[in-house]
């Protein structure tokens, strides 16, 4: 079955209308007008674990701390001087200073700007400029460290509740390493609600016609294997010549790693980094590579409209995100796509389950399991 991508004018499409260009930027990191309770909307679920984007590798220099705030925690991220790039906890051990607003690098370590001691990737510290010794539980690590690796452009930090080291890897994906694809062009939002609630979309088979406007609705073809969820469907794609028969395949891996690729119209590959700020928000980074003879010459415009629509979608998919609630007891119907296999999918990644006890936890229950180590 074919989705065709030509818009049909939506109840979402006529509320953003109404915002200039210069607005709608504006909106898409604003904080909420009027936030609603997040227990009320029952978003107050845990954070799922996994590999999480926290920067682009090419926004930290050689020699660059930051201040980060990502999983409900205030960190430090820095470059040392090898190009290795490590996170910690940003609150110093010792009176407490946040090393991410004017920590220096020394090295390949952070040095606190309030009485510099240092610290390694460990979060242990190696030096105290003032004292004859360093503290025995200071020099074995005092302060939480993050794994932390670079793939396909960006940083990506492991996130554990519990602190349990990496189960699975970030996966590489070839176009960003290749002379042949153009550098990122990126956007960026801030979503007022959960993780899941992102994830779900993908599998949310009806909402592409009512929120996105296309004219049918796609028959996914959504196989869910382990940590690893993967799709493909065929679009008629507009442009100025014409529709296009096309493809657009999506893979996730665990709740982190997320990207899109679409064949047949202008080869192009979008890269998800959507990270829990807090359990009820979210920042979401778009990071879009197109062939670079595609995305230059006479299908230039083809291209970038391909980029254009799919962050309309985002815009459009936002407007409900902000302030839907959690349906733990969703009333489905036919034609819905594969939500409750979504969410069967989805709970390995929480360390713990919501215990709601209502009739979608308890299905989640007894098919919650973890992926292999
Ligand atoms: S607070 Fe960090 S060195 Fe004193
Ligand atoms: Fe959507």
């Known amino acids: 079955m074919n989705v065709d991508m030509s818009a049909a ?10 915002f200039s260009p210069e607005e709608l930027l504006r909106w898409r990191t604003a904080p909420l007008d009027r936030p609603l309770d997040a227990a009320a909307r029952r978003i107050d679920l845990p954070m799922p674990f996994g590999w999480f984007v926290v920067s682009y590798s090419d926004e930290l220099a050689k020699g ?5 705030r990502y999983f409900g925690k205030e960190l430090a991220i820095w470059r040392g001087e090898d190009g290795v790039v490590r996170m910690v906890d940003a609150y110093c051990r010792h009176l ?3 090393m991410g607003h004017a920590g220096r690098v020394q090295g390949n370590d952070l040095e606190c700007p309030f009485h510099a001691w240092h610290y390694d990737g460990n979060g242990a510290v190696t030096k105290i400029p003032y004292s004859k010794a360093i503290p025995p539980q200071a020099r074995r690590g005092c302060i939480p460290a993050w794994h932390v690796v670079e793939r396909n452009r960006f940083i990506w930090a492991w996130y554990h509740p519990h602190g349990v080291a990496p189960m699975f890897e970030v996966e590489m994906l070839a176009e960003t390493s290749s002379p042949d694809w153009a550098d990122y062009e990126k956007h960026e939002w801030i979503v007022h609600g959960p993780l899941q ?6 599998v949310d088979a009806a ?3 009512y929120i996105h406007g296309t004219t049918n609705m796609p028959a996914y073809d959504v196989k869910f294997e382990g940590i690893r969820r993967v799709a493909s469907v065929d679009a008629k794609m507009p442009t100025p010549r014409g529709e296009v028969d096309g493809t657009i395949s999506y893979g996730t891996v665990g709740a982190g790693q997320a990207w899109t690729r679409f064949t047949g119209i202008c080869e192009t590959l979008m890269v998800a980094g959507i990270t829990p700020i807090a359990p009820d928000c979210t920042h ?3 990071a879009f590579t197109q062939l670079k003879s595609a995305a230059q010459g006479p299908t230039a415009g083809v291209a970038r409209g391909v980029i254009k629509d799919i962050c309309r979608q985002l815009d459009q998919d936002k407007v409900v995100w902000d302030r839907q609630m959690y349906r733990t007891d969703a009333l489905l119907c036919d034609g819905d796509g594969p939500i409750l296999d979504f969410r069967r999918y989805y709970r390995q990644f929480y360390a713990e389950l919501p215990q709601d006890g209502d009739a979608d936890s308890k299905i989640v229950k007894r098919t919650f399991s973890r992926p292999a180590k």
């Open 284 to 286: 979401v980074r778009f």
């Open 197 to 202: 609630n992102l994830a779900e979309n993908g």
């Open 207 to 209: 909402h592409f016609r």
């Open 64 to 68: 660059e701390v930051k201040p980060l």
């Open 96 to 98: 407490g200073s946040h």
């Open 9 to 18: 004018n939506t109840a979402v499409r006529q509320h953003l209308a109404k």
